[in-house]
Structure formats: C-alpha cells, structure tokens
C-alpha cells in the first residue's frame, strides 16, 4: 500500500511569504498529525485530526499558522506570514483509530530567507 | 507531565560491536514507550514499542529494548551493529490513549567500517 504523502518536499521562500504543505495520509487511516521538527530535535506535535475534526491544536501558532482537512482525508498545513525561525522539516503521520502505529510521511523541509 | 531524554546525540561504533543509545523518561503515570528511525530524507518508522506487557521488547532489525521501571528508561540495544544501522534514533512516550507523543531529541548512530 502507498505510505504517506507529502509535497512539496523542499519549499524555499522569502520571509513574510505565505507557504503550504499537503498531506495524503494512508488510505483507511482517520488520525492524521502534523508535526515540526527542527534541527536536532524530536518532532513536536502542531495539531491532530480525527477524520475532519481537530482535537488537539494546542501546539498550533494560529496567529500565523493554519490547517484544515476537508472530508477527512487530505490535509493542508498553511503559514502566512513565515518568519525565518519557521525553518525547519514538517512532517504528515498517519494512524487508524486509536492505534498507536504511526505512519510518517519523509516531509517537507522548509528554508526562509 | 511527559518528557523523553536521550544521552548523547552522537553515537559511533564499529561495525559488528553492541549498539546501545540511551533513553530515560519521565512520567506520572505507567508510559508507553516507543522507539523510531529515521533515514536522511525519510519519515520516522516504528523499531519497536512497550505498551506494558513483556518488558524485553524485540523490534526490527535485530533491535530489542528493556523497559525498567526502577531505573525510568528503556535503552535500545543491538548485539552487532550494521552499516545499514547508521540513522538517527528517536524515543517517545505516549499517553495511554496514544493520542499524544513526546519525542526525544534524537541520537544519531554512525558504524564504522
């Protein structure tokens, strides 16, 4: 089966851009997470979907980060404006209920200049 | 409150000798415990888990880890390490639900030929 998907794999922008990121999780799977990961770190979750509901935002910076997941299937991660300490990679998992199997996505490492 | 602390970010060792990356964590409750890996450009992918049944837990690739409660860690171990072992190694402790994970900051295993 297909694992997860994420694109763009690379993003590079200029500071106070707007970027976004898309998830494709494995099909069947309801739970999606988005997490950050900087430079030498473990990733942190941002948010936590269950089917098209976020049930745990609390990590999410919504003064300038944004996400939705229509229909409970793909999911779209947006910053607007980025500042240069949103660097880092972004990484898309996926699980099936309440299992605790997640399937991460390779990424998205994002530079801003 | 849940955290994960790794010793060392940095690990070397030759190939064919023991591998042991360490993992100390704390909690308030009995955690789950997992161990991940993660290749260059790759998504994490699940080693191994302790979800409070046996406390020698065997994983993939020859990888096994040894949940002790006395001591609060859960070190991943390998006999004989591989050049195909060489990856950054992350452990995370959920809660019981799964619906979150606290990742450490990660050891990065080199093998020397």
């Known amino acids: 089966e297909a694992g997860v998907v994420q694109s763009p794999r690379y993003k590079i922008i200029e500071k106070k851009q707007p970027v976004a990121f898309w998830c494709n999780p494995i099909?069947?799977?309801?739970?999606l997470y988005w997490y950050l990961q900087n430079l030498g770190q473990g990733p942190e979750l941002l948010i936590r979907y269950e089917n098209e509901e976020a049930v745990d935002d609390s990590q999410l910076p919504k003064d300038r980060f944004s996400a939705e997941r229509l229909k409970g299937v793909d999911s779209t991660l947006k910053i607007q404006p980025a500042e240069l300490g949103d660097s880092a990679v972004y990484l898309c998992a996926s699980s099936q209920g309440d299992s605790y199997e997640q399937y991460f996505g390779p990424g998205t490492r994002l530079t801003v200049t | 409150a849940q955290s994960v602390t790794q010793l060392g970010s940095h690990v070397s060792v030759s190939e064919g000798a023991l591998v042991l990356l360490r993992c100390n964590y704390s909690s308030s409750v009995p955690p789950y415990l997992f161990w991940y890996v993660q290749y260059p450009n790759q998504g994490l992918q699940l080693l191994l888990k302790y979800t409070s049944a046996a406390t020698l837990v065997k994983g993939i690739n020859g990888f096994e880890a040894e949940f002790k409660k006395s001591e609060t860690s859960f070190h991943l171990t390998k006999p004989s390490a591989h050049m195909s072992d060489a990856a950054e190694y992350f452990c995370a402790v959920s809660s019981y639900n799964f619906n979150k994970f606290y990742f450490g900051s990660g050891t990065k295993l080199n093998v020397k030929p």
């Open positions: 099909s069947g799977h309801n739970t």
